[in-house]
């Protein structure tokens, strides 16, 4: 049973992988095949790039950075979600049979449209708003048009102890560089509502806390000057190598226009 399942590959799931994994939370993010970030022509509202960048080419780099952290990844759509101890067979489900009380600390099982089942002591829904997997879960879902977003509350905990909702399904707006905060917000709830009383993911100076006689905090890590100057070298290098061409990859054009 891993830690954490993400359903969705887009931006929120990513960015809530990145900080599950650095806390050492193992993650598995299972990729429905396209973020619909990959229709977007030019990324060019994200912080950090003047010019723009291509948005698969960002999602690349998120994906790559996600694995370097330790997610792992599997390709398929998540169809049902439902608590381990509520999980029995389908055919004993039909015959009436009645299953046993359920136990959300055993973790919940998530059924694929192809593979073998998955099981995830807490479950992150970041996909697309379309949430028809969690309705065995009574998790506070509403419609709005053919959308069903899920409630949360400011960590994007659902109703359901252990299940997350990030993203555009959880009703945050539209854009790419909220997608990713949201993400990072619930994965650090995540890490909260787990072992970690307290966890700052942040990266100083040597003797930033040991000169003033404090501990690390956890998630902390104080580096000195040549492995900061180290670590700076491998992220040019990093970036230098991906940007050195353009990416012949081309936007995914909205399913309902007709290219024909």
């Known amino acids: 049973m891993r830690d954490v399942c993400i359903v969705g590959g887009g931006v929120a799931g990513l960015a809530a992988s990145i900080f599950t994994s650095r806390a050492g939370l193992e993650t598995l993010v299972v990729d429905g095949g396209e973020s619909i970030l990959e229709r977007n022509a030019s990324l060019e509202n994200y912080p950090g790039f003047p010019n723009g960048i291509d948005a698969r080419r960002y999602l690349q780099l998120t ?4 694995r370097n952290e330790g997610s792992t990844f599997e390709l398929g759509r998540v169809t049902r979600v439902e608590p381990v101890d509520s999980a029995i067979p389908s055919e004993s489900r039909e015959a009436g049979e009645p299953g046993v009380e359920t136990d959300l600390e055993k973790g919940f099982v998530l059924e694929t449209e192809a593979g073998e089942p998955l099981e995830a002591r807490r479950v992150i829904a970041a996909s697309w708003p379309n949430s028809d997997f969690l309705e065995p879960l009574d998790v506070g879902r509403k419609q709005r048009g053919n959308k069903h977003f899920v409630s949360v509350d400011e960590g994007g905990r659902t109703a359901v102890d252990g299940v997350y909702a990030a ?36 990266v100083v ?8 006689g404090r501990e690390v905090p956890p998630g902390c890590e104080e580096i000195n000057d040549e492995e900061r100057r180290a670590r700076d070298e491998r992220a040019r290098e990093t970036m230098l190598e991906a940007l050195a061409e353009p990416l012949d990859e081309r936007p995914t054009m909205h399913p309902s226009v007709d290219r024909d």
Do not use: L
Request: overall charge negative.
């Open 63 to 66: 994906r790559e950075q996600a």
């Open 167 to 202: 993203g555009r399904i959880a009703d945050e707006p539209h854009q790419a560089i909220i997608a990713a905060g949201h993400g990072a917000k619930v994965g650090f709830a995540v890490i909260h509502d787990s072992d970690a009383n307290f966890y700052q993911d942040w």
């Open 205 to 212: 100076p040597e003797g930033y806390f040991t000169d003033r």
